[in-house]
């Protein structure tokens, strides 16, 4: 069974270009949600989507940023006109479920798309 | 917004000490989650706590939810050199499943 996946693994963009991150979930899950994490820093929430819904976005940069997870097909985190401050570590979770109204379903976590940005 | 904040940030200990975070949330949560990143990985889940004052263990882990569900803490006895890595605390709130992450805490362990 396979687990999260993402890629690329590493991905570098020159400063204008376009990055897409893709991220495949677990079999079974309807549930992706994406985070970023800047060196020696936390887990930063961007937005949380099922398929062909995105449900919180509060997370995402108000521009540049868009998230989609299509019927078919992975999730896609694209960022337009990279800028050096995007180069940061993307890593994709996904879920079975969200909560079953009492606890919330644990994440499993991709490996990440670790961003660099020249 | 809600902010869930962890110390202490690095902990430098000797194989063999204790080793305990703690993480504190400025609002209630729904429950809290705890998870593990080894360097250069990616967090992996160790246990999710719901009740209030819950206490949960794994094998040397301890991990504890406080009365007013606000803050909680993880406890590791007898440091290993396999326990080096940075500890999470992730809180929810209400039905959304959305994890607010801590900012970690970075263990070392000297052999």
């Known amino acids: 069974n396979a687990g999260v996946m993402q890629n690329p693994r590493h991905l570098v963009r020159r400063r204008g270009q376009e990055a897409r991150l893709r991220c495949s979930p677990m079999?079974?899950?309807?549930?992706v949600y994406w985070y970023r994490q800047l060196p020696e820093e936390g887990l930063k929430f961007m937005v949380y989507?099922?398929?062909?819904?995105?449900?919180?976005e509060s997370g995402m940069p108000k521009e540049r940023f868009s998230a989609e997870f299509p019927k078919e097909g992975p999730s896609i985190l694209r960022i337009q006109q990279v800028v050096r401050g995007d180069s940061a570590a993307y890593f994709c979770?996904?879920?079975?479920?969200?909560?079953?109204?009492?606890?919330?379903?644990?994440?499993?976590f991709g490996p990440g798309t670790r961003l660099t940005v020249t | 917004g809600q902010q869930v904040m962890q110390i202490p940030q690095y902990q430098h200990v000797q194989e063999g000490e204790d080793f305990t975070t703690y993480c504190n949330s400025s609002?209630?949560?729904?429950?809290i989650q705890w998870y593990k990143q080894r360097p250069g990985g990616h967090p992996v889940f160790l246990i999710q706590?719901?009740?209030?004052?819950e206490v949960k263990k794994q094998k040397r882990l301890t991990f504890q939810f406080g009365e007013a569900k606000k803050n909680s803490s993880l406890h590791i006895t007898a440091t290993q050199t396999t326990d080096v890595g940075t500890y999470f605390c992730?809180?929810?709130?209400?039905?959304?499943?959305?994890?607010?992450f801590g900012q970690g805490t970075t263990l070392q362990v000297k052999p």
């Open positions: 979770a996904s879920s079975q479920y969200t909560t079953d109204g009492r606890s919330s379903y644990e994440q499993y």
């Open positions: 079999k079974g899950h309807s549930h």
């Open positions: 989507l099922q398929k062909e819904n995105i449900i919180d």
């Open positions: 609002t209630t949560l729904s429950n």
């Open positions: 706590l719901v009740k209030s004052g």
């Open positions: 992730a809180g929810t709130r209400g039905n959304t499943g959305k994890l607010i």
